[in-house]
């Protein structure tokens, strides 16, 4: 097969999911041909304007909004602003020929089988020999959309379901036609998982393949056990949510923010497209969700669904719950369990799904029941919608944002024990479970040689997880490459002479543990590795320091203590600076104050695409105390040249620090100089860890040096502080800041400019550090500057007092 590349792609259909894509695949930096309808009539404003349906922007006004409505979107679809410059627009009759330039073509128009024939009969005109063309589909079956096309087509030809939206939901599935060539699924699968970011899951040509069928499964599943169980919608979310390592929108509030009609939907066509699933009557709308499609509250999009928005007659925002007895709206009910409270302290998810499971009350009883039922469920569906038990989890997990999967979880409680109180509960699994502990296997998943392996049935044996090959899976570690371990920090031995450490701490916070954990690491790397990878697999990197500790000794007025903290932790971050084998970070989600420190400090920073990085301090009435601010004006320093003017770029740092800048992406990190030309990008979360290895073995092969603290950063003195001082007088004047604000940005600009020197001068890393401990000792015994931090701690509500 031929060297197969894609630099330009067409997307046909610009709506929520069309837009979407493109913009994604524009991240990567692919050009793109977005095409839509011609409009068939005129707005209000065309004809004021006495355009005609001739003209050009009349002719693509339906994919310019489109795509101005995704590009003003929140959360943004694109890594950077200058991403849509990739994007080209037009529409079905004018530009259809420009696919001929193209190397895949993905249609997302309608679900409608007629009209995506009509679209594949101008593809057909159109593309040229041996273009890929995929239908992002997530309903209709593959082989009806071959029909009638010709063999060049239907050779290239499969299904790729993007999950919307396409940025954030990792899941990308490929769906074969009956015709499609191995060769061009080998392709795509690769091409998503390393040039996308996405987890690629083949399926079947089943109904709504595997993440809608099994996700919207659980829905339905979950809602007929509310109904009998007479749960509010408040303490479902509360239930369904985080506390089980799923999205934050949990179950109500994500049915109104997807709109209630598109579960409808798929719902129905699963009722009426499974006349041989042993469960379709649970597709069969319960009356919570029936009621709500009658009336047409679909949720957001209606302005009111589950949750209601509105506002009290002092108008204040209020959000009102659905009684789902009555159908009227109510203040929020309090949703009290006690196991939340007994697991909110245990984060790691996986040690609290059995203790959530195998509770007492309500909350376990409900849990009993919706996961007895999946995983039923799931164990019927093979090999009706996958032969492999593993693409269950892996389509889930990545489509719905679940943390851990099915399979997964029934692990976690044992399966021959769970088998046995499903029966119990009226939930007898498939036939195989039984023949696989029959035969003494007692687990879906094993590690075996620090690989993951899955139950194969049709074997009756374990083998690998396809895709994990060389990657750095810390659960599959746990058991052999563990060398050292604290309570907040584990460090692993990555193998090829690499350590590597990983926070286990709430949110990942910088403690003494971790402190201890990250020097322990780098005392061991310097004397038997040649390197050190700092990096989880948390949903975040790190939220920043320990801000608790920090208010309880400020509380206390024990300043020594606060001194020792800082100092302790600026000579940590110097120490992953200046050691003689090179530190890289890797990066993904937030990477907060200290973690932004740590990584500005590394050799090399590894960060996924989805990494939000920023020194916050400032929010919380400090400055960045760990270096960062130190480190900032000393990249100032180092990237003007003779005739910059220096003071603007100072300004633009101080400026990022000032208003607790966070970069929202890898890309947007690169405009803050937080990432470095030489740091690097990594597409797909799972690669992260392995790509910072290979990296750090880059370094070390490339003849490591180690570096020597710097004593020539310049800074301005008097001069800058004049200029600084301009713009907090006129800020603080305009009521942009508040008198602390100011206070703090002094502090910050007499750090950045050096103190009061009367001329620019260069001054060594440790004069700075100094400056920031002295500057951030003062403001952590304001009164203001502690209203700030207990109402982070507290509220989780930021103060700007």
């Known amino acids: 097969m031929k060297n197969r590349t894609i630099q330009r792609v067409a997307v046909l259909g610009s709506g929520v999911m069309g837009s979407r894509i493109a913009c994604h695949f524009a991240n990567i930096g692919v050009q793109v041909l977005l095409l839509d309808i011609v409009p068939k009539e005129l707005t209000e404003n065309e004809k004021a304007r006495s355009l005609s349906l001739e003209s050009p922007q009349v002719r693509n006004r339906i994919v310019n909004d489109s795509l101005q409505f995704a590009l003003k979107s929140k959360p943004s679809p694109v890594y950077h602003k200058k991403t849509s410059d990739l994007i080209t627009t037009g529409n079905f009759e004018d530009d259809m020929s420009k696919i001929a330039t193209c190397d895949w073509v993905i249609e997302v128009v309608v679900e409608r089988l007629e009209i995506k024939k009509i679209i594949f009969d101008k593809v057909e005109k159109y593309r040229k020999p041996g273009t890929l063309i995929t239908s992002n589909t997530s309903g209709i079956p593959i082989q009806w959309m071959n029909e009638g096309r010709s063999d060049d087509f239907k050779k290239h030809f499969c299904g790729t379901h993007f999950f919307n939206p396409p940025r954030y939901l990792r899941l990308l599935e490929i769906i074969p036609g009956p015709d499609t060539d191995p060769e061009i699924i080998k392709f795509l699968m690769h091409y998503g998982d390393l040039f996308l970011g996405k987890e690629t899951v083949l399926c079947k040509d089943t109904p709504a393949f595997i993440a809608n069928r099994i996700g919207v499964y659980s829905i339905l599943s979950g809602m007929h056990t509310i109904e009998t169980m007479g749960l509010s919608v408040n303490e479902v979310d509360k239930l369904t949510g985080p506390v089980l390592g799923r999205a934050k929108s949990a179950t109500f509030r994500t049915m109104d923010v997807v709109g209630l009609d598109t579960i409808v939907n798929v719902a129905n066509n699963l009722y009426a497209g499974l006349p041989k699933d042993e469960s379709k009557e649970v597709f069969q709308l319960p009356k919570i969700v029936k009621e709500l499609s009658d009336r047409k509250w679909l949720g957001d999009k209606t302005g009111q669904g589950y949750y209601k928005k509105t506002k009290d007659e002092k108008g204040k925002r209020l959000i009102l719950e659905l009684d789902l007895n009555s159908f009227e709206y109510k203040e929020k009910s309090k949703a009290k369990f006690d ?86 509960a009226g939930h007898k699994p498939n036939a195989w479970v039984y023949e696989m502990l029959e035969n003494g296997v007692d687990s879906f998943y094993s590690v075996i040689n620090n690989t993951k392996h899955y139950y194969d049935i049709p074997t009756k044996s374990y083998k690998p997880v396809p895709g994990t090959e060389g990657l750095i899976l810390l659960d599959n570690l746990r058991k052999t490459s563990k060398v050292w371990e604290n309570a907040g920090a584990t460090i692993f031995d990555y193998g090829e002479g690499i350590l590597g450490v990983e926070f286990h701490t709430k949110m990942n916070s910088l403690g003494a543990e971790v402190i201890q954990g990250i020097n322990t690491a780098i005392n061991m790397a310097e004397e038997n590795y040649r390197g050190l990878v700092i990096g989880n697999e948390g949903q975040n990197f790190s939220a920043g320091a320990n801000l608790a500790m920090l208010f309880m000794y400020a509380c206390e007025q024990e300043f020594d203590e606060v001194n020792m903290m800082i100092d302790q932790f600026q000579k940590t971050m110097m120490r992953a600076r200046y050691s003689s084998i090179p530190v890289v970070v890797a990066t993904s989600g937030m990477a907060l104050g200290g973690g932004c420190e740590l990584s500005l400090h590394s050799d090399a920073l590894q960060a996924h695409a989805e990494t939000y990085i920023g020194l916050v301090e400032f929010g919380v009435g400090l400055i960045p105390a760990g270096g960062g601010t130190k480190e900032m004006t000393l990249r100032v320093s180092d990237r003007t040249e003779p005739g910059d003017v220096e003071l603007n770029a100072l300004q633009a740092a101080f400026m990022n620090i000032a208003t607790a800048k966070v970069a929202t992406s890898a890309q947007e990190a690169y405009d803050m100089h937080i990432m470095r030309p030489s740091d690097r990008v990594t597409l797909n979360r799972k690669r992260l860890l392995a790509d910072a290895k290979a990296r750090a073995i880059e370094l070390a092969e490339a003849g490591y040096t180690q570096p020597k603290q710097r004593q020539d950063v310049k800074v301005h003195g008097k001069a800058g502080m004049a200029l600084f001082e301009a713009g907090i007088t006129a800020m603080l004047y305009g009521n942009y800041i508040s008198e602390h604000d100011a206070k703090i940005a002094r502090k910050l600009s007499y750090v950045m400019n050096g103190g009061d020197l009367s001329q620019p001068t260069q001054v060594s890393e440790q004069y700075l550090l100094d400056l920031e401990r002295e500057a951030f000792l003062s403001l952590s015994g304001e009164k203001k500057t502690l209203e700030r931090i207990q109402s982070i701690l507290f509220k989780r509500k930021p103060l700007r007092n």
């Not at 959530?356 to 409900?366: M, T």
């Not at 799931?378 to 719905?400: H, M, N, T, W």
């Open 339 to 424: 196991i939340l409270d007994e697991v909110k302290d245990i984060e790691n998810v996986k040690d609290r799904l059995p203790k959530l499971i195998h509770s007492k009350g309500k909350a376990g009883e409900f849990y009993r029941a919706t996961f007895y039922d999946l995983f039923r469920y799931c164990s019927f569906r093979i090999p009706e919608i996958s032969d492999e038990l593993y693409k269950i989890d892996q389509a889930v997990c990545a489509g719905f944002g679940w943390e851990v999967g099915p399979f997964a979880t029934w692990d976690l409680l044992g399966v021959k024990a769970t088998v046995e109180k499903m029966e119990q």
